[in-house]
Structure formats: structure tokens, C-alpha cells
């Protein structure tokens, strides 16, 4: 019961006047919109990246948000939640990229010490005529294309599976490295 009543008050909307305001409709940009910005300027993703490494994601955000109040071709509409996500799958793929391409070196430093025959296949085709097998896929193919595909792509919107990041690790954990002390002894 409201105090200012007797009876209990039931709100609807017999009360409101009937005023239809025009809907201000905000235009949000899409994540798209920000990784093209971060691609439209060689000087802002290069300082975008040195803020990544040396781990300040905050100073990457004031660049980027900088870069876009300043740009006059981009749309003015952006957000300080969207210059975050934006970083935010920016510096992802970023060290997703970095971690496949040391793998692919570290693939190719163990086949240049133990020898490429003893590479690995990742797949394996055979015939259904014979037992031989038609078709190798080698490891080091697999994850040079993945790189590829993350390095090659123009829209950055890029990210493997879950199961490619699996299988990548698996090959990471058959290719690696002796550990060695400082006088070169295997530990």
C-alpha cells in the first residue's frame, strides 16, 4: 500500500501521457571497425605492439582511442569499452601469432640437429589399394600454415580453433628442446 492512498495503487499506463519520443539511436562499432583502425596506420599498430610487450595495455587503449578522436575518416562514435575489447583480441592474437612462429622455429632447430626424416606427420592419407601412404602433412606444414593464415589476414579477425591450439600444443610438447646448462651439457 502507498502511504498516500487507501487502497492498494496498481501503476499503468492510463497515468503517462501518451508522448512518443523519438528514439536516439547510438551507433556502436563493431570490433571489425576497431581492428581496422589499428590496421589503417603503420605508426599506431607498431606503437600499439611495443606497448604490448612491454606489458601496458592501458597505454595501448590511449593510443588507439588518440588515434581515432584525432583520425578525421573514422567514426567519431567510438567507445572507451570498444578501444578495450579491441586491445584486448589485438594483443590475443598478437602472442598467438609470436607462440606459432616459435614453434615453427623450434620445429626447425630440432629437425636441423636430430635430422628431417625424423619430422613428424600431422596427417597421414593412404591409398585404398595398397597399404602406402599417398599424402604427408608434416608438422611443420601444419603450423607454418597456421601462421599463415593469422599473419595473412587483412580483416585481423582471425583466431584458430580450439582444436588447432591443441593440436599445436601437442606439437609443441613432441618437438621439445633439451634443456642445457651453461657448459653445454644436456641436463
Keep these: 500500500m502507498n502511504r498516500y492512498h ?4 496498481v501503476y499503468n499506463n492510463q497515468h503517462k501521457a501518451n508522448i512518443v519520443k523519438p528514439k536516439r539511436e547510438r551507433k556502436t562499432l ?3 571497425d576497431y581492428l581496422f583502425a589499428i590496421n589503417s596506420s603503420e605508426e599506431v599498430k607498431e606503437g600499439i605492439e611495443e606497448c604490448l610487450v612491454e606489458g601496458s595495455k592501458i597505454n595501448a587503449i590511449k593510443i588507439l582511442k588518440t588515434y581515432m578522436e584525432e583520425n578525421e575518416e573514422l567514426p567519431t562514435h567510438h567507445s572507451l569499452r570498444g578501444c578495450k575489447d579491441a586491445i584486448d583480441f589485438y594483443a590475443l592474437r598478437y602472442t598467438l601469432t609470436k607462440k606459432i ?3 615453427r622455429d623450434m620445429i626447425e632447430v630440432y629437425c ?3 635430422g628431417y626424416g625424423k619430422m613428424k606427420n600431422y596427417k597421414k592419407v593412404k591409398s585404398k589399394k595398397d597399404a ?7 608438422d611443420w606444414e601444419f603450423v607454418d600454415d597456421q601462421y599463415g593464415f593469422m599473419v595473412n589476414d587483412k580483416k585481423s579477425v582471425h583466431m ?3 582444436q588447432v591450439l591443441k593440436d599445436i600444443n601437442d606439437i609443441h610438447k613432441k618437438y621439445k628442446l633439451p634443456r642445457y646448462n651453461k657448459k653445454g651439457e644436456y641436463i
Design 6 to 9: 487507501k487502497r492498494g495503487y
Design 30 to 32: 563493431e570490433l571489425t
Design 101 to 103: 612462429k616459435w614453434c
Design 112 to 114: 636441423n640437429a636430430n
Design 132 to 138: 602406402r601412404y599417398m599424402w604427408h602433412y608434416t
Design 160 to 162: 584458430p580453433a580450439k
